[in-house]
């Protein structure tokens, strides 16, 4: 059986070609912390002179120097931590917050509670005034204004208690919430006078 010189020649330039193209993208940073030229590279990635074996070791030599293989701690990476070590990493990650941070935190509840529950309630009741549907009789309208009008106060004094500290962020992000807040109350109360809610129960 003869063998073709030219397409074994091919196959292994092309062999060497990869190989190099692996060892040139995955090992840039240990090439370039260890001072190693390309050319080193294409000497070492050549075929005929790197075995399999020594690809495997001379890659995870590489590998190692990088990091990739060993975590922070030195022990062997692997998907299969336990559930407690992964609990143990969350529970080292969690900052405690500040009371700033608190305070931006119950404005952004209540505000997330205001859009998500309030305002798309107080559309619909606008709506169902429009078309006069969905009421059984006119104190349902007013006992309706009045449940709004509640729950906005509620927020509103919520937003009241928050302290800022001082902190100029958490003073606008407060006064532009009771700001929001105030605004849909005046939207309520124009709908009670436009539709002679008398706002009593």
Known sequence: MAIDLNSLRDSLAVSQDSIEQF??????????????????????????????????????TFLILRG???????????????????????????????PVGKNKLLIFNIMKNVEDRIVPGINEF??????????????????????????LLKELMKLDGVETYDNEDLRLERKKSIKFIQSLHKKIDKLKLEYNLNGKS
Not at 126 to 151: D, I, S, V, W
């Open 126 to 151: 606008e709506l169902n005034l429009e078309k006069n549907e969905n009421f059984k009789n006119e104190e349902e309208k007013t006992y309706t204004y009045l449940y709004y009008e509640e729950l």
């Open 68 to 98: 990739s293989i060993y975590s922070e701690d030195g022990k062997l990476s692997s998907d299969s931590d336990s559930a407690s070590d992964k609990k143990k990493k969350k529970k080292k990650k969690k900052k405690k917050l500040t």
């Open 23 to 60: 060892l040139l993208n995955n090992c840039k940073s240990v090439i370039k912390s260890l001072n190693l030229s390309p050319n080193f590279i294409h000497q070492l990635s050549n075929p005929i002179v790197l075995s399999s074996v020594s690809t495997t070791l001379l890659v995870s």
